[in-house]
């Protein structure tokens, strides 16, 4: 066992950053060429304290890579042992991480780069999601700016009685909100519409059908930024595989001027994030659908396995035992 663990740091580097003069030492506890594959997935873990790159055979689910750094030079750096097998990788699919595009470019020069449609979804969502904790914001703000008013006029109150020599009672503060048709107010129906926001209208329940006729009344801004949502998701489906590239941007084209004329801040930046990596986005319809599942399933399963070992204070065991499971 001993020599299995000492096994671990074999491939450890010593990165110089030439910009500090700072020498960074970089742990490798797996790099197996054996496991690249034509088509490889890569993405970050965070292992206690640290964030690791783990790189994933996309057919076989294996571990290929895995190291505790993110920056693109030194990534290629400490993929040197595998160098040969990296180049002749024909997809990677990875997030839009500016790091991630710059490995990929530097090691991995004859791939198509798929930006995986898990982490674009995700971005989408919390655009939408961000609006709604912004119209939940805007009461809270309107909440206590009535707080302090009321507490000038409590304070004028009191000076005024004992002027008088009258005793002060003081006064309980409330803020009415107004009651919606379902019987909630803005406030409740907001912090109770996060999963409906989630689905596509025919997939929600008619509790939330209810809710949501309510919601989109109250606030038309959000009903915009959901029903752009739906529009890019629907455009980003397995549906639109195997269409014309001039079709697909078509589509995507017009979105972009949906989302220009709504004026939703949120949806705007989404919008410029998905324009800057336009090509990447639509690398998975050219390559039938193809996301990083496998390594977002790995990730899982590695939690799944720090859970079950009771952390990773002994981190070269832990390694150890990664390395004979998943790798």
Same mark, same amino acid.
């Given at each position: 066992? $001993?020599?299995?663990?000492?096994?671990?740091?074999?491939?450890?580097?010593?990165?110089?950053?030439?910009?500090?003069?700072?020498?960074?030492?970089?742990? #490798?506890? #797996?790099?197996?060429?054996?496991?690249?594959?034509?088509?490889?997935?890569?993405?970050?873990?965070?292992?206690?304290?640290?964030?690791?790159?783990?790189?994933?055979?996309?057919?076989?689910?294996?571990?290929?890579?895995? @190291?505790?750094?993110?920056?693109?030079?030194?990534?290629?750096?400490?993929?040197?042992?595998?160098?040969? $097998?990296?180049?002749? #990788?024909?997809?990677?699919?990875?997030?839009?991480?500016?790091?991630? =595009?710059?490995?990929?470019?530097? @090691?991995?020069?004859?791939?198509?780069?798929?930006?995986?449609?898990?982490?674009?979804?995700?971005?989408?969502?919390?655009?939408?999601?961000?609006? !709604?904790?912004?119209?939940?914001?805007?009461?809270?703000?309107?909440?206590?700016?009535?707080?302090?008013?009321?507490?000038?006029?409590?304070?004028?109150?009191?000076?005024?009685?004992?002027?008088?020599?009258?005793?002060?009672?003081?006064?309980?503060? #409330?803020?009415?909100?107004?009651?919606?048709?379902?019987?909630?107010?803005?406030?409740?129906? +907001?912090? !109770?519409?996060?999963?409906?926001?989630?689905?596509?209208?025919?997939?929600?329940?008619?509790?939330?059908?209810? =809710?949501?006729?309510?919601?989109?009344?109250?606030?038309?801004?959000?009903?915009?930024?959901?029903? +752009?949502?739906? $529009?890019?998701?629907?455009?980003?489906?397995?549906?639109?595989?195997?269409?014309?590239?001039?079709? +697909?941007?078509?589509?995507?084209?017009?979105?972009?001027?949906?989302?220009?004329?709504? =004026?939703?801040? $949120?949806?705007?930046?989404?919008?410029?994030?998905?324009?800057?990596?336009?090509?990447?986005?639509?690398?998975?319809?050219?390559?039938?659908?193809?996301?990083?599942?496998?390594?977002?399933?790995?990730?899982?399963?590695?939690?799944?396995?720090?859970?079950?070992?009771?952390?990773?204070?002994?981190?070269?065991?832990?390694?150890?035992? +990664?390395?004979?499971?998943?790798?």
């Amino acid at each position: 066992m $001993e020599c299995g663990q000492s096994s671990l740091h074999e491939n450890d580097i010593e990165y110089l950053n030439e910009d500090t003069g700072e020498i960074k030492n970089i742990q #490798v506890p #797996v790099c197996i060429p054996a496991n690249v594959g034509s088509k490889m997935c890569i993405d970050e873990k965070q292992i206690g304290e640290d964030i690791y790159t783990v790189m994933i055979n996309h057919d076989t689910g294996k571990i290929a890579f895995m @190291a505790d750094t993110i920056m693109s030079t030194e990534l290629f750096e400490a993929t040197q042992p595998m160098r040969e $097998e990296l180049r002749k #990788v024909k997809v990677i699919n990875r997030d839009l991480a500016s790091w991630y =595009r710059k490995f990929s470019d530097l @090691a991995m020069p004859n791939a198509d780069q798929v930006g995986d449609k898990f982490h674009v979804i995700k971005l989408l969502l919390e655009a939408g999601q961000a609006v !709604r904790i912004k119209l939940k914001r805007k009461i809270d703000t309107e909440k206590r700016k009535a707080h302090e008013t009321f507490k000038i006029a409590e304070q004028k109150r009191r000076k005024a009685n004992e002027s008088k020599g009258v005793k002060f009672k003081k006064k309980k503060f #409330v803020f009415n909100e107004k009651v919606l048709g379902n019987g909630e107010t803005p406030t409740m129906i +907001l912090k !109770r519409s996060q999963y409906l926001l989630y689905k596509f209208k025919h997939q929600w329940t008619d509790k939330q059908k209810e =809710r949501a006729a309510f919601l989109f009344a109250e606030f038309p801004e959000l009903e915009k930024s959901y029903f +752009l949502s739906c $529009e890019f998701r629907a455009w980003y489906s397995k549906a639109n595989i195997g269409k014309h590239e001039l079709i +697909l941007e078509a589509g995507l084209f017009q979105w972009y001027e949906n989302v220009e004329e709504s =004026r939703i801040e $949120e949806l705007m930046n989404f919008s410029s994030t998905v324009e800057r990596n336009q090509d990447y986005i639509c690398n998975y319809f050219l390559h039938n659908g193809s996301t990083n599942a496998k390594a977002e399933n790995k990730n899982g399963k590695i939690k799944k396995f720090i859970n079950s070992n009771q952390g990773t204070r002994d981190r070269d065991f832990f390694f150890f035992r +990664l390395k004979k499971y998943y790798a």
